[in-house]
C-alpha cells in the first residue's frame, strides 16, 4: 500500500487497484492454510490488512479476490476500459482532415 501511494504522488494519472479477499477472515483462513507463517506473523499480517483496507479509499478500484480467474478477468476489464478513457488517450478525431 505504502509503495502505491508513493507511485500516484509521483504519477497523478497512476492507475491503482487493490485487490482484497472477501473479507479478513477469508484472508486468515488463506494465511493459515499455507503452513509457511508462525501464529504471530499471522497476527501481524492481520493487524497490517486492517490498516490497509482503511486506505481502500486513496485507490482507483477495488477488486475482491474470491476466485483467482474472475479477479484476473476483473483487472483486464478495468485496464482496458481505462485505456479507453478519453483522458488517458490521445485518440485525434481529425487526424487525416484536410
Not at 52 to 60: H, I, R, W
Request: glycine letters at 4%.
Amino acid at each position: 500500500v505504502q509503495g502505491a501511494l508513493q507511485v500516484k504522488e509521483k504519477f497523478n494519472n497512476a492507475l491503482l487497484i487493490f485487490l482484497a479477499p472477501p473479507n479478513i477472515d477469508e484472508l486468515e483462513k488463506r494465511l493459515r492454510n499455507r503452513g509457511t507463517e508462525t501464529e504471530e506473523k499471522i497476527r501481524a499480517r492481520l493487524a497490517r490488512a486492517r490498516e490497509e483496507f482503511e486506505l481502500t479509499d486513496k485507490y482507483d478500484y477495488i477488486v475482491i479476490n474470491e476466485v483467482v480467474d474472475k479477479a484476473a478477468d476483473d483487472i483486464k476489464l478495468i485496464t482496458n476500459a481505462e485505456k479507453m478513457r478519453a483522458s488517458r488517450n490521445d485518440y485525434d478525431f481529425f487526424k487525416g482532415a484536410e
